[in-house]
């Protein structure tokens, strides 16, 4: 049996909640959109885990970074779900400057629903062939 709509949309939700709270610097509650013991996996190699290591993460990143998705697949069962994601990552600039595309690659996550809301269980991140472009180290007017 296919995930019915409501679960599509919560999940694409899901996916749209992380971005907008990870760039916006709320780093517990983006923590908040794992299971407790959940994982984040992106070429570190013991990735991130549970909620304080996510929080901290969440907190450390540069408040001119923009993660934008596409391309959500969706495909589940009951309160299971496999999701991939294609992902860009850029680097936003004061006026007048460049922007600059961080990172491509795809998120390959696993998805479970406990209390009625979807939660990530793990998100892997696959890059692309390239190396991420290097943050800035400051941004005026932020």
Known sequence: MALPVEDILAIQ???AD???LIDSGSAEAWAQLFVNDGTLEFGMPEGVK???ELAKFAASINPATRHVISNLSIDGD???AIASVYLEVY???PPGQPRELAITG???DHLRKEDGRWRYVSRRLV???GDWAPAPETVPGL
């Open 50 to 52: 549970g909620h304080e």
């Open 106 to 108: 795809v998120y390959r």
């Open 91 to 93: 680097y936003t600039a």
């Open 13 to 15: 939700k899901l996916a």
């Open 78 to 80: 009951g309160n299971e």
């Open 127 to 129: 890059p692309d062939l």
């Open 18 to 20: 992380y971005n907008h």
